[in-house]
C-alpha cells in the first residue's frame, strides 16, 4: 500500500525567509503532484512532475523530485503572507496513474 | 466557468437519511474521480470512472455508498443511512487521459460538497 508522509505537519514562518516543505513516499512512482488548499476551498494545483530530477518553479515556491530517493521537495524563497495555505502533496499510482495518494498536508503560516 | 463544479455546496443532514450529490466535470473530460477529506487530512480516494465505467472503488467506499456517472458526462455519489462518520467534504475531479497522446494527466478538482450528518 502507497503511504505518502510530509513533513513538517504545521510550519509558522516569518516573512522573508526560506523554508522546504519534504514529501516521502513508498513504492515507485513517475508521477507526483503539489497542490494548495485554502481554508473550506477546494485544491489549487501547483505543479506536476513527471520524471527524476524534475524541478519547476513558480514565483516564490520551486518543486523538484528525486524518484530514486522516492523524495519530493516544495521550497519557499522569501515566504510572504499570501503564501499562508496548506500544501498537500500526492503520488500517482495505478495504471495511467490515475489514483492519487495525498499526505496529510502542511498547514503554512506566514506571519509579517 | 468552464471548471469541475459541485452541487450542493453544503449539505446538513440528519443521520438515517440519504444525501446525492453531484458532479459536473470538464466538459472534455472523460475521466471523473471522487474523494474524501476530513478534517485535518488529505482527501482520500473513494472511486473512478472512464466515460461510463466505474473501473475501482476504495474499501473506504462501503455499501452504503454508491456513485454513478450514466452517460459518460456528471456523475452522482449517494449516501444511504447516512452516520456521523460521513461528515466530510467530498472532493470531485476530472482528468483528460489519451494514453498515446504522453499528455500529462492532471486532476482538475471541483469546490466540493462539505456535509454534516447531525
Known amino acids: 500500500e502507497l503511504k505518502v508522509e510530509q513533513n513538517p505537519l504545521f510550519l509558522s514562518m516569518q516573512e522573508g525567509k526560506n523554508y522546504t516543505i519534504y514529501c516521502n513516499y513508498s513504492t515507485t512512482s513517475d508521477r507526483l503532484y503539489w497542490y494548495r488548499q485554502d481554508p473550506g476551498k477546494s485544491l489549487e494545483s501547483l505543479f506536476v512532475?513527471?520524471?527524476?530530477?524534475a524541478v519547476k518553479q513558480e514565483g516564490r515556491l520551486m518543486a523538484s523530485l528525486d524518484t530514486k530517493a522516492r523524495l519530493s521537495t516544495l521550497h519557499i524563497t522569501a515566504a510572504v503572507h499570501d503564501l499562508s495555505a496548506t500544501y498537500f502533496c500526492a503520488v500517482g499510482s495505478g495504471g495511467s496513474n490515475y489514483k492519487l495518494t495525498f499526505g496529510k498536508g502542511t498547514l503554512l503560516t506566514v506571519n509579517p | 466557468d468552464t471548471g469541475v463544479s459541485q452541487d450542493p455546496r453544503h449539505k446538513i443532514t440528519k443521520r438515517g437519511q440519504n444525501v446525492t450529490f453531484r458532479c459536473d466535470p470538464i466538459s472534455e473530460h472523460n475521466r471523473l474521480y471522487w474523494y474524501r477529506q476530513t478534517l485535518g487530512q488529505g482527501p482520500e480516494f473513494l472511486t473512478y470512472?472512464?466515460?461510463?465505467?466505474?473501473?475501482?472503488k476504495s474499501r473506504l467506499l462501503s455499501d452504503r455508498f454508491s456513485a454513478e456517472r450514466p452517460k459518460g458526462s456528471f456523475s452522482t455519489l449517494e449516501i444511504q443511512r447516512t452516520e456521523q462518520g460521513d461528515s466530510a467534504m467530498y472532493l470531485c475531479a476530472s482528468s483528460l487521459e489519451v494514453p498515446t497522446s504522453g499528455r500529462i494527466h492532471e486532476q482538475y478538482f471541483g469546490p466540493g460538497t462539505r456535509l454534516t450528518v447531525t
Open positions: 512532475l513527471l520524471s527524476n530530477g
Open positions: 470512472f472512464q466515460n461510463e465505467a466505474q473501473l475501482e
